[in-house]
């Protein structure tokens, strides 16, 4: 029988650790930093982080509810949003608890000096130091010291509070809003920090007994605690010291516990802030070092962050790798920078927790099942989204700056380094997925849903009478599902010399010989059918134009070979499809005779809305079936494959002829769709992409039409399809 925890961590432990995890050199060092960019609002600043950190707290305790065994920020946003997004939560909380401890060295030495002519940099950079090796030996026992540390601490601060409220006077709260709502702001985003650490119980959710009822009262019980107690201490910081004294000085607290509580109090806030210092700095260092260690065990991260120390038992490589960025920081960046960056980090890992909620809710998460869940969803998520990052656009440029580089260098890793050795995909990718699929079935029900097409034939002099039949077969076909109906015009192309009117008034054996061959072709099939002819000086701008003047829906072109000078000088054809007004249809015809099955292929997204179109139109009238095939990568996941299943599923309810649809499993799609299709009448596929991709690397389709021996029907669409971003999103997703 497999290990189980106790659960045996009532409410008041819960409360107790989250408390604990967020009381620490916010409250001590950042009143004074804030006060500087807010003035006597910083009192506000302090109350409205607390609120935008709610939302997050409420994300995390539904999570925590869900998956109670899981544990930690990052493992819910790399699940709920996948390895990218996980990625940047593991690299953005990792600093961000870094900065964090870094923050409480250097802001919290001076306190420990207050009594000793000591310089703070050299104290703070031992002290890492020491609690590195500490963190490297693994002392257990240290643990054991949490509830204590934290009784001392509220003790202090109550203390603090109730000795100094009677003692504040009304002079120092003058000019309140004194900076504006932009000073608010970005003391908010300073102060946003000092939250950090009121989700840490959903670490320990697994020994949480009755995790329903006490994870989220826990997390909003300890929130509420510490932002009323927060608000308070700010109040009387405020009000009982100069706002000079108490904006310069690195001991903020202590300047105001000298005017409240005399000796005594003083010696209490150092005790208080000593202790703070201690446990926000080794929980830093321990929280911290954890991250590089799972994302590493999620293949993330280098496999060497993963290895144990022999002798000590801790994860010794991630733990010193922790130490030495913090060691730099406290070395070489301000106190208010670290703060400031401290804060940009722990709203961005926050807008993910929220992220990560709605991506379980609407994702395809058979497990997800939460016993609490957030109210007022998905307001309350997107809220705190919102807030977060409107925050950190009022913090400046240094956290904005590094934000972007965090984030950006997170994306650079996984993109070099950890994307090929993952092989899972978040909740997220599936809600995206299923959107991008109900919008793709709405587009190919609104092209069923057309009255009148007005398919136009283009044919040159040297169109055979075959190829022409076959073309207005295909035209017929499509124009009579929706009670359309079909022009034929030969382009015929003079010389720039030889006027238009003399050449329209004679008649070339060409000439002839088209209207004597579709004239007969008219009356084969049953939809109005306009044939003629047009001379011009160039006949790709007649086509062109003529399609524009005639309101065309599709022009149908034969396809020809590119010659040698196509990458450079484009050709005919490709000109027309991209000048031409309505969808282009170019037609390689292989002796099309009976068409029993239209295969159609997807170009690496969902099916463009012309091709089912085309197909089911082609397939009704010969009375055959449709095969719609979909490559998947061999690596897909279980998920994908059921979301592209039921996208397909809705695609075959939208035809009206028999459809076989056929996800295939390949890392080859173009070889294997050559061999798949030699059973198929008609292949309809599309360009696959534009004209610089196609030159640098070819076009697979081009490649597979050259090799199969049935005819080939390649759509360039124009009409309803979706713009260069979210085109790139829906193959990213599909």
Not at 247 to 265: C, N, R, Y
Not at 550 to 570: C, K, Q, T, V
Request: glycine share 8%; aromatic share 8%.
């Amino acid at each position: 029988m497999p290990k189980e925890l106790e659960r045996d961590l009532g409410l008041f432990a819960v409360v107790a650790i989250s408390i604990g995890a967020m009381i620490g050199s916010g409250i001590f060092i950042l009143p004074g930093l804030a006060l500087k960019t807010a003035g006597p609002a910083v009192i506000l600043a302090y109350l409205l982080a607390g609120v935008l950190v709610l939302p997050a707290a409420l994300s995390k305790a539904e999570m925590a509810t869900a998956m109670p065994e899981a544990g930690g920020t990052y493992i819910y946003i790399e699940r709920g949003m996948g390895p990218l997004l996980g990625t940047i939560a593991g690299v953005g909380t990792w600093f961000s608890l870094s900065f964090k401890g870094a923050l409480a060295l250097v802001g919290g030495v001076p306190y420990l000096l207050y009594l000793f002519d000591l310089p703070v940099k050299p104290v703070a950079l031992a002290l890492a130091a020491v609690l590195v090796l500490v963190n490297l030996v693994g002392a257990k026992q240290t643990g054991r010291l949490q509830i204590a540390i934290v009784t001392v601490m509220l003790a202090a601060m109550v203390w603090f509070v109730v000795g100094g409220l009677p003692s504040t006077t009304g002079t120092y709260y003058t000019g309140f809003f004194s900076k504006g709502s932009d000073g608010l702001l970005a003391a908010t985003g300073l102060v946003f920090v000092s939250y950090a650490g009121v989700t840490k119980i959903a670490s320990v959710a697994e020994e949480v007994e009755n995790p329903d009822r006490n994870i989220p009262l826990g997390i909003l019980g300890s929130l509420s605690f510490t932002t009323l107690l927060y608000v308070l201490i700010v109040v009387v910081m405020v009000g009982v010291t100069p706002p000079d004294l108490l904006s310069d000085s690195a001991v903020p607290m202590i300047h105001a516990a000298e005017a409240t509580l005399a000796w005594p109090g003083v010696i209490a806030v150092i005790g208080a802030a000593v202790l703070a210092l201690i446990s926000t700095a080794n929980a830093g260092i321990l929280s911290s070092s954890r991250y590089p260690f799972a994302m590493a065990r999620d293949q993330l991260a280098p496999p060497s962050l993963t290895e144990i120390h022999e002798k000590w038992g801790t994860p010794a490589r991630a733990i010193t790798l922790t130490g030495a960025v913090m060691l730099l920081l406290i070395a070489f960046v301000p106190i208010l920078q670290i703060a400031k960056l401290a804060s940009a980090f722990q709203i961005i890992v926050f807008a993910l927790v929220n992220g990560a909620v709605i991506a379980f809710r609407e994702g395809n998460v058979g497990d997800y099942d939460p016993s609490f869940e957030s109210p007022l969803y998905p307001w309350t998520q997107i809220v705190g989204i919102a807030g977060g990052f409107l925050l950190i656009g009022y913090m400046g440029t240094i956290p904005l700056v590094g934000a972007v580089v965090i984030t950006a260098g997170s994306i650079l890793w996984y993109a070099y380094y950890a994307r090929d050795r993952v092989q899972r995909e978040g909740a997220a990718t599936d809600v995206v997925r299923r959107t991008v699929g109900r919008k793709a079935v709405e587009r190919t029900k609104s092209t069923f849903e057309v009255d009148g097409y007005e398919v136009l034939v283009a044919l040159t002099e040297g169109t055979s009478e075959r190829q022409e039949q076959t073309f207005l077969r295909i035209a017929a076909d499509i124009a009579r599902e929706n009670d359309g109906s079909v022009t034929v015009v030969q382009f015929d192309e003079v010389p720039d010399q030889v006027p238009l009117r003399q050449a329209s008034e004679t008649q070339s054996p060409a000439d002839i010989e088209f209207e004597e061959q579709t004239e007969p072709l008219t009356d084969e099939f049953d939809v109005p059918i306009q044939y003629g002819e047009i001379v011009s000086h160039d006949t790709k701008r007649a086509i062109a134009n003529f399609a524009e003047h005639e309101s065309a829906d599709f022009l149908l072109l034969e396809r020809s070979d590119d010659p040698l000078y196509a990458p450079i000088f484009g050709t005919t054809v490709e000109w027309i499809t991209r000048k031409a007004p309505c969808d282009v249809l170019l037609i390689e015809d292989r002796d099309l005779d009976r068409i029993d099955t239209v295969t159609v292929i997807t170009d690496r997204g969902p099916f463009d809305p012309q091709k089912i179109t085309v197909a089911n139109a082609l397939a009704r009238e010969a009375g055959g079936e449709i095969d719609l095939l979909y490559p998947l990568d061999s690596a897909a996941t279980e998920t994908q494959h059921e979301t592209i299943n039921e996208y397909l599923a809705e695609l075959e309810s939208l035809c009206s002829v028999p459809v076989n649809r056929s996800i295939i499993e390949t890392n080859e799609p173009e070889q294997d769709f050559v061999s798949i299709t030699d059973t198929a009448d008609i292949l309809v596929i599309g360009t696959d992409g534009g004209r610089i991709r196609g030159n640098l690397f070819g076009r697979p389709a081009e490649r597979i039409i050259d090799n199969i021996d049935c005819t080939a029907i390649q759509i360039e669409s124009k009409r309803g399809n979706p713009g260069l971003l979210r085109r790139a999103v829906e193959r990213i997703v599909f």
